[in-house]
């Protein structure tokens, strides 16, 4: 399986599709902005999953490592990944499904 991840084409991130999954294969960022990217967890071999783009298409906001991260499209074309498929049990999803900021419903005792 791994190495079918190598053979594929890597993309921008900056030109990844809402919904999928993707691995990253590099980034090529300068200076302080690849220190922060390295920092947050966007190091080779990582997994991230495109939640969405914002309503004018900058920035960009993916789920990595169980946090949220925006990336600017100045950036995130620095960042080199390949198409790993859709999230499993989001299907083609558009945009987030909840989860992180969803509140537990609570029983009510009726008397």
Request: hydrophobic share 35%; aromatic share 6%.
């Amino acid at each position: 399986m791994e190495n079918e991840h190598k053979q594929q084409a890597s993309i921008p991130l900056s030109q990844a599709e809402v919904g999928k999954r993707y691995q990253v294969v590099s980034v090529k960022a300068k200076g302080a902005v690849n220190q922060r990217m390295l920092d947050m967890g966007l190091v080779p071999g990582t997994r991230l999953w495109v939640l969405r783009y914002a309503p004018l298409g900058d920035p960009i906001e993916i789920r990595i490592r169980h946090f949220l991260m925006s990336l600017r499209k100045d950036e995130a074309k620095d960042v080199e990944v390949i198409d790993i498929g859709f999230n499993k049990g989001q299907g083609q999803c558009k945009g987030h499904r909840g989860g992180w900021g969803r509140l537990k419903k609570r029983k009510i005792n009726e008397k």
